[in-house]
Structure formats: structure tokens, C-alpha cells
Nanobody, 116 residues
Framework: QVQLVESGGGLVQAGGSLRLSCAASGSAVSFVAMGWYRQAPGKQRELVAAITTGGSTNYADSVKGRFTISRNNARYTVYLQMNSLKPEDTAVYYC??????????WGQGTQVTVSS
């Protein structure tokens, strides 16, 4: 199995920045496309950024130009640099495979709260 641990969230004012990290571990960890998801209270979970094994990236329109996803394959770690944060970015952020239908077990996520 694969364990996913997200970190780096916090409380920031609008316009601020955060850098999230996602560490993957376990005997079943493999080299696959990864993504960052977020879920706000009462909302569906949505994919906001994805990165392929070759380093190509894709972003939801809502975060394009503000968020940057990257990965360190040697460390099995994926990052999300979030700039120009808006209150609407407030959510719990999770990492997982970017392409289903098979996903790793979801981690606890990391809370991002952006105040006005």
C-alpha cells in the first residue's frame, strides 16, 4: 500500500503564499502522474493541479497562473506552490494519483485558510 502525507497548510491573508508538500511512501509506491485536490466545506472534491511522470503540468482555470505543481521523484514528493491566494482557495488540500479510476488511499489532507 501507499501512504500519503500532506503538509504545509495554514492561515494566510488574501494575497499571501503557501507551499504544500505531499510525501508518498510504502512498498507499492510507483512513478505515476500525481495531482493536488481540494475540498471546501459542503463542496465536491476537485482536482486543481496535475503533473505527469515527464513533468508536464495542468491546472484548473480557477488556479491557473497562481499555483505551480512540481515533483521530486527521488524523494517521492509532490509540491504545490500557491501564490496570490484568495478566500475562495480555502479548503482541505489532498494529493493522490492524477488519473483514476484507481487511487491510493486518501491522506488526512492539509487545511488552507485564506482570510479577507
Amino acid at each position: 500500500q501507499v501512504q500519503l502525507v500532506e503538509s504545509g497548510g495554514g492561515l494566510v491573508q488574501a494575497g499571501g503564499s503557501l507551499r504544500l508538500s505531499c510525501a508518498a511512501s510504502g512498498s507499492a509506491v510507483s512513478f505515476v502522474a500525481m495531482g493536488w485536490y481540494r475540498q471546501a466545506p459542503g463542496k465536491q472534491r476537485e482536482l486543481v493541479a496535475a503533473i505527469t511522470t515527464g513533468g508536464s503540468t495542468n491546472y484548473a482555470d480557477s488556479v491557473k497562473g497562481r499555483f505551480t505543481i512540481s515533483r521530486n521523484n527521488a524523494r517521492y514528493t509532490v509540491y504545490l506552490q500557491m501564490n496570490s491566494l484568495k478566500p475562495e482557495d480555502t479548503a482541505v488540500y489532498y494529493c493522490n494519483r492524477a488519473v483514476g479510476p484507481i487511487f491510493y488511499s486518501w491522506g488526512q489532507g492539509t487545511q488552507v485558510t485564506v482570510s479577507s
